[in-house]
């Protein structure tokens, strides 16, 4: 057919769409709302919707191509159960599946207690089910192991925000990229995981080209490729540079003394640290020239709005709540928080991650950013679920490295894991597989068969996934959003919350019989009263008819805040924030003689976390088809490695091959390797084989981005074709199609 007939037939078919209406996009945090459209049997357009705040009508890619992955042939239809990890699974109903789970939860809890129980969950769960499942579990069962893959992403984020702020949850809001002088992004690839809010930094640079970026990153990454000033940090030197950039501040005089003086604890202790630093050795393990770093900080200094985003660069590292702490005390030395245009902002990676936070999945929480340790949060949770004192236990539960160590040690016996994917994103795979392997059992919610994951489990429960259900969601800016079912899940698959209050009521607990997903949000939102996150006043008929609210929204006449913070009251009881020095610390596995290089680890701008979805959208898959580690040109000279061979990386943990890319955005020393494809795109290729597990002191985040690797080119007989990414600009042009408005 020719390009000409092609796009008529198109625009045919466009002009019959019927709109199946809105639903928030159920990948990244950045949380745009979509519009589907389609016809009897699919979606076959997905648009941004223009009048939605987080979003104005942008899209990327990932959002444009869901339509592929709703009716897949692996859509899970029915719960599925083995008796045996060799058996096949077969199909049974709902009352044989909870029998099966209820039985052997029973047992366990009643030979080795509830600690031998754990529940695994994601920042994709809406908050409904969030809730329910701290509500059950820690609430009725009395097991505080709940985690979710949050921990690998946001819980230094977390720690950094409730350390030096005294609440969990971001000042500001996007809106604040149109106000700011200057955006610092440290650690963060924006333009391939946040890119509608990166579209937004750009068009907010276009605007006023006198806006200054600064991109803080070890690779020259599309983010950096569009800033002003690109410092490339050495891997793991954030705390060296943000307390070199500390001390110049200092130096120019940029202190805001008043902000200080009024607002903030801590400072003379953290001037002392600083002076007694040597800024040439800080600029030296931080991998900057001085001079560079000092052209920074004049800018900073000229600043009336100074915004920083960050994201996994700071947060995957054993020490990244001190590397939150350290930027954030650039912001209280400069006064620029709590106004338009300023404060830290840390970009959540998943659509209901910070949902997750504030209804308490992590395992020291409790819902409305409660915790267990603290004995009042306590027994205000068991009093509202009415239940006796001393149900919920006073000690955090296992995070979720910690989690599958002790099921490996056999500590753990069950794990229930819902809308994730550990056996590609945890670190140390082959110890993740060891553990999976010895649990008495695993329960796994999932709308695909098979995943990594649902191919190790005992039972598969099959999830309703967004636009299927009714689910509400909070993103990187507070913004609490509802979205409403728009067509039927598979055959018996239902809503994560029902599966859980199904199963606590087949447990015998009472206060889980709901009728719907707004009942349960209007039960949740009352523990949020007077709490920082008070979301009370967005309650579900209010969210249903204007569709998002920011939080605090604590009565339902409220507008909801955009920005917190705006007195200068922060949430400690004394209401100033905390100048906290921290020191610059290495990482916990440095390179050496047998182990030469640095491996870090990220995302891709068309794929998102396991593939799970966007391994079945032909248009991404062919941009990006398989997975590759990127080498300096420099380093792969010396060890004879061409584009496309094959290279062994080997780390303590394990071995993988992958073919080359050869880029100078990676430093020498360095590779780099997105960890999106696991073992069913091929036996032993995720680069999580090679990670390290090693976690965080307080956050207890894993360092994802920095472990010692070495490099071997794979002897061939012939050279691997890789294949080359197609530019998205080719593919839109041949679809005649605006970027937005993708269509298979
Ligand atoms: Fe979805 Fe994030 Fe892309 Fe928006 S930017 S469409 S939320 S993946």
Not at 147 to 169: E, P, Q
Not at 529 to 546: I, N, Q, W, Y
Not at 551 to 556: H, I, L
Request: aromatic content about 8%; some cysteine.
């Amino acid at each position: 057919m020719s390009r000409d007939r092609m796009g008529c037939a198109q625009r045919q078919k466009e002009a019959t769409l019927e709109l199946l209406g809105e639903n928030i996009c159920p990948y990244c945090g950045v949380g745009c709302r979509l519009k589907f459209e389609g016809e009897a049997g699919g979606v076959l357009r997905v648009r941004g919707v223009e009048s939605a705040a987080a979003n104005r009508g942008g899209i990327c890619a990932k959002g444009a191509q869901l339509g592929p992955t709703i009716n897949t042939p692996d859509r899970l239809a029915q719960p599925r159960l083995r008796l045996g990890r060799f058996d096949a699974f077969r199909t049974v109903d709902w009352n044989t599946a909870f029998r099966y789970v209820r039985e052997i939860f029973t047992n366990i809890l009643n030979t080795h207690g509830p600690e031998a129980l754990a529940f695994y969950g994601s920042g994709q769960l809406d908050t409904e089910t969030v809730y329910l499942i701290g509500k059950l579990f820690k609430g009725h069962l009395g097991c505080n192991n709940t985690d979710s893959n949050s921990r690998l992403c946001m819980a230094a984020a977390v720690a950094g925000y409730r350390t030096s702020l005294g609440s969990d949850g971001p000042p500001t809001c996007y809106d604040d990229i149109d106000r700011a002088d200057t955006i610092v992004i440290m650690g963060s690839n924006m333009a391939e995981a946040h890119p509608v809010t990166f579209d937004r930094v750009k068009a907010s640079k276009k605007a006023r080209p006198e806006q200054q970026i600064i991109v803080i990153d070890p690779r020259r990454t599309p983010t950096a490729d569009c800033a002003d000033i690109h410092l490339p940090v050495a891997p793991g030197g954030d705390v060296a540079l943000l307390n070199a950039l500390g001390r110049m501040l200092l130096g120019l005089g940029a202190l805001d003394h008043n902000f200080v003086s009024d607002h903030t604890r801590g400072f003379e202790e953290y001037r002392a640290f600083l002076m007694l630093q040597n800024v040439n050795e800080l600029c030296t393990l931080a991998g900057v020239a001085a001079e560079e770093l000092y052209r920074v900080a004049k800018i900073l200094k000229a600043s009336q709005g100074f915004l920083s985003f960050y994201c996994m660069g700071l947060n995957q590292s054993t020490v990244g709540m001190w590397k939150n702490n350290s930027l954030i005390n650039m912001h209280l030395l400069l006064g620029q928080i709590g106004k338009p245009g300023a404060g830290p902002f840390s970009l959540t990676g998943q659509p209901n991650a910070m949902g997750g936070r504030e209804a308490g999945l992590l395992s020291h929480q409790l819902p409305g950013y409660r915790t267990v340790e603290d004995a009042a949060h306590r027994q205000e949770a068991e009093e509202f679920w009415g239940r006796s004192p001393g149900t919920i236990r006073a000690k955090a539960g296992l995070t979720a490295v910690e989690m599958f160590r002790d099921l490996e040690k056999g500590k753990i016996k069950a794990i229930w894991i819902a809308g994730t994917n550990p056996a590609v994103s945890l670190p140390d795979l082959h110890q993740v597989r060891r553990a999976i392997a010895k649990a008495q059992l695993v329960v796994v919610n999932e709308a695909y068969h098979p995943t990594e994951t649902s191919r190790l489990a005992d039972v598969i429960l099959p999830a309703a996934q967004f636009g299927e259900k009714e689910w509400t969601s909070t993103n990187s800016e507070r913004m609490v959003a509802y979205s409403p079912k728009l067509w039927d899940a598979p055959g018996e698959a239902l809503p994560d919350w029902q599966i859980i209050a199904r199963f606590a009521q087949a447990l015998g607990y009472k206060g889980f019989n709901y009728a719907s997903a707004a009942e349960v949000w209007d039960e949740y939102i009352q523990m949020t009263k007077g709490r920082p996150c008070d979301m009370s006043g967005a309650t579900s008929a209010r969210l249903r008819e204007v569709g998002s609210l920011q939080w605090p929204c604590p009565n339902v006449d409220h507008p909801g805040t955009k920005r917190r913070y705006l007195d200068h009251k922060f949430a400690f009881p004394d209401g100033k924030a905390l100048f906290l020095p921290r020191d610059h610390k290495e990482p916990r596995e440095v390179p050496d003689h047998e182990f030469p290089f640095v491996l870090t680890t990220g995302r891709l701008y068309t794929h998102w976390h396991t593939l799970t979805r966007t391994g079945k959208a032909d248009k991404l898959m062919r941009r990006e088809p398989a997975p590759f580690v990127e080498i300096n040109p420099r380093d792969a000279a010396k060890l004879n490695i061409e584009a496309g061979d094959m290279v062994q990386i080997s780390s303590r943990r394990g071995t993988i091959r992958l073919p080359a890319r050869l880029r100078d955005g990676v430093c020498p020393g360095m590779v780099f390797m997105p960890f999106h494809w696991g073992d069913l795109y091929g036996e032993g290729n995720a680069a999580n084989y090679l990670t390290i597990s090693a976690i965080g002191r307080v956050a207890k985040q894993p360092e994802l981005k920095f472990c010692a690797v070495n490099l071997e080119k794979v002897p061939q007989p012939k050279k691997t074709s890789l294949p080359l990414p197609i530019a998205a600009e080719e593919e839109i042009e041949e679809e005649g199609l605006p970027a937005e408005a993708w269509m298979y």
